[in-house]
Nanobody
Framework: QVQLVESGGGLVQAGGSLRLSCAASGRTFSSYAMGWFRQAPGKEREFVAAINWSGSNTYYADSVKGRFTISRGNAKNTVYLQMNSLKPEDTAVYLC??????????????????WGQGTQVTVSS
């Protein structure tokens, strides 16, 4: 079992930055690929970014490529999402997830085994 807790969300103006963190506890963090998803009201959960177990491979949704950066610190059991140049359309609840596909960068929700509760990000225009 893995428990995931997100933090770092908040209200920011368009063009601003936020850094999200996801702290993991439980089984060995470094054996999991990690991902960030987001869900806006009335919309389906959307893939944002993923990172493999070592951090050597990352993958991004086209909508965030060049603006967001996913990273991880295995010694701290934490995955991060640095979000720059934020836009109002980035407003959503952001959730982190853990996948047992250690070497991959999964993009679909069904490939993830554990989920956090999410943190709200609101970008004002």
């Amino acid at each position: 079992q893995v428990q995931l807790v997100e933090s770092g969300g908040g209200l920011v103006q368009a063009g601003g930055s936020l850094r999200l963190s996801c702290a993991a506890s439980g089984r060995t963090f470094s054996s999991y690929a990690m991902g960030w998803f987001r869900q806006a009201p009335g919309k389906e959960r959307e893939f944002v970014a993923a990172i493999n177990w070592s951090g050597s491979n990352t993958y991004y949704a086209d909508s965030v490529k060049g603006r967001f950066t996913i990273s991880r610190g295995n010694a701290k059991n934490t995955v991060y999402l640095q979000m720059n140049s934020l836009k109002p359309e980035d407003t959503a609840v952001y959730l982190c997830a853990a996948s047992q596909l250690t070497y991959a960068t999964p993009v679909t929700t069904t490939l993830y085994d554990y989920w956090g509760q999410g943190t709200q990000v609101t970008v004002s225009s």
